[in-house]
């Protein structure tokens, strides 16, 4: 059901409390965090969305500390067009953003004005639209990833049907997916619902990740690496440059004719020709490099993006686009990265074979010369296949999942680490507790920050428990059970103004077990990297 919503002035005066109560709280290891909540009536405080995959509805719950966590109540499957819910995102002015892949659009969620969460719209966007992005320049705007036609036999693998399939277009009919840029409106008197801003084609099939270049002397710039193309397309994200804003301005050809001699069967090495400088219009050479995983360091001001089949980091310089750097992880167990909050390490991630071996960490320490890699021996660790994992915001706090892979020997856990430890020499990952989760299929994992960016809360998805767990990230106890919708997968926690204070993680679909599957082929963790598959 798709429909636009006029605000009232009372609609509007109400949220307008319930922004100016948020508060700025603090805490320590040692004491027992406290759910900050708002003023206003309508306003419950912190909340998690549920998407339940079992009959494809959003389940909110009240998340209010040790106890007392409920539900508030569930949008049903027909609001979304009877389509499987997708990833999840919110921005500046609270608005929450929801991916509908098989129907083409986004979904517009208002949580704070009624007593519980409405939804408002469903934008059209491009063709099968699967992870969002908060801009990290303009928290009031968010880019959704079109990954374009999927359907079997397709002629059109990879293509936006809805905006970049156009025969008139120089160089004839364009191949490749797209962005869909959104702005998420405002809260208040007369105010009207998020709206679509425009899309942008780019040229390249495969799935879609994207990290933002920003600071003091560094252009405004949006990175969208594809994988089937191997390349990453950057566009204008300045407004101040007119003539080129949110327009593709440039890509960067990621081929590596010596990389490329070194893939097996069934990869057919290509030879190289760096196409970097081609014509905005002409599409590239597929290359067999597979980025999968991008991401923005604010500490050395360069791109990071992870190409798997080569088994290498590039560092990208964002005015210049060359790599100035390559980590080689080929004689590492490592497949997937994140990076700190401070942009100072890159978390690697991996498994060894046999799986009793288990789940691998280690980072880049990219603020010390020479950047080197230090490698972690958990113990603990032994026999999981690793899971979706995140940071808090002020980077004390690491969570990873065990990922219940089916030659797993140790499931359903959730690691809970200090990671104030990085910046000690060496640096260390030091486990503050192993987490027993109920045996389930397939967990997801997001975090309730606030203050200053400390975590308050984890909260898990538990899918075949049909359950989320709210778990006190003080002594990294259970607190409470929640009952929630059939088959819970990816989770998101909201509470009012934390994008705008910097202090939210951010969720991405994880869900799915070695009994159950994903909500979408494509299964990334909250830094854009893929789960191990079960």
């Known amino acids: 059901m798709t429909h636009t919503t006029v605000m009232s002035g009372a609609r509007a005066a109400m949220l307008g409390l319930a922004l100016i109560s948020l508060v700025n709280c603090s805490g320590s290891d040692d004491t027992t965090p406290q759910v900050t909540s708002g003023g206003s009536a309508a306003l419950q405080g ?65 949580p704070l004005t009624g007593a519980v969460p409405v939804h408002e719209a469903n934008l059209a966007t491009g063709t099968r639209p699967v992870h969002m992005y908060r801009d990290s320049t303009n928290g009031e705007i968010i880019w959704s990833m079109n990954d374009g036609d999927n359907a079997a036999g397709t002629s059109t693998p990879g293509d936006d049907l809805i905006n970049c399939n156009n025969p008139a277009r120089v160089g004839g009919p364009v191949v490749g997916g797209s962005v869909t840029i959104l702005h998420n409106s405002h809260l208040g008197p007369g105010g009207n619902p998020p709206t679509v801003e425009g899309t942008v084609c780019i040229l390249a099939d495969g799935h879609k990740v994207t990290a933002f270049s920003s600071g003091a002397g560094v252009p405004k710039k949006v990175f969208t690496s594809s994988t089937t ?78 190409q798997q089949n080569y088994k290498e980091i590039a560092e990208i310089d964002p005015t210049t686009l060359a790599i100035t750097n ?108 192993e987490i027993s989760l109920v045996a389930t299929g397939g967990h997801s994992l997001d975090v309730l920050a606030q203050g200053a960016g400390e975590a308050k809360y984890m909260v898990v998805s538990n899918s075949t428990d049909n359950s989320i767990s709210i778990i006190n990230a003080a002594d990294n106890l259970e607190k409470q059970k929640v009952i929630v919708g059939p088959s819970p997968g990816g989770v998101l926690v909201f509470s009012a103004g934390a994008a705008a204070a910097g202090n939210q993680a951010t969720a991405s679909v994880t869900s799915g077990g070695a009994t159950e599957s994903s909500l979408l082929p494509e299964r990334l963790d909250d830094h854009g990297m893929p789960e191990v598959a079960e």
């Not at 998407?51 to 494809?56: I, S, V």
């Not at 990076?339 to 010390?368: E, M, N, Q």
């Not at 002020?394 to 359903?412: C, E, S």
Request: neutral net charge.
């Open 46 to 110: 912190p909340m998690v969305f549920v998407n339940n995959t079992g009959d494809k509805t959003l389940t909110s719950v009240s998340l209010k500390g040790d106890s007392g966590n409920a539900v508030l109540g569930t949008i049903p499957s027909a609001e979304f067009e009877n389509v499987a819910l997708g990833d999840m995102q919110f921005s500046d002015e609270n608005w929450v953003f929801m991916n509908l892949g098989a129907a083409n659009k986004v979904a517009t969620i208002d």
């Open 229 to 306: 193309a191997g390349e990453i397309a950057v566009i204008d994200n300045d407004p101040a440059n007119v003539a080129t804003f949110r327009k593709l301005i440039g890509r960067k050809d990621l081929c590596d004719t010596a990389k490329e001699a070194t893939l097996v069967a069934p990869l057919v090495p290509v030879v190289c020709n760096d196409e970097s400088g081609t014509s905005l219009t002409t599409p590239f050479t597929v290359n067999n490099s597979s980025p999968h995983g991008i991401r923005w360091s604010k500490l050395t001001k360069k791109v990071y993006s992870i």
């Open 326 to 433: 390559r980590f080689d992880l080929s004689a590492t167990p490592y497949t997937g990265y994140g990076i700190s909050p401070d942009g100072r390490f890159l978390l690697l991630r991996g498994d060894t074979t046999p799986i009793p071996t288990g789940t691998k960490l280690g980072v880049i320490d990219l603020g010390t010369l020479g950047t080197p890699r230090k490698d972690f021996t958990i113990a603990e660790l032994a026999g999981t296949s690793p899971g979706g994992f995140k940071f808090s915001p002020d980077g004390k706090r690491f969570y990873i999942l065990a990922g219940n892979a089916a030659t797993a020997t140790k499931k359903d856990r959730l690691f809970a680490f200090n990671a104030s430890t990085l910046t000690a020499t060496p640096p260390a990952l030091t486990l503050l507790k």
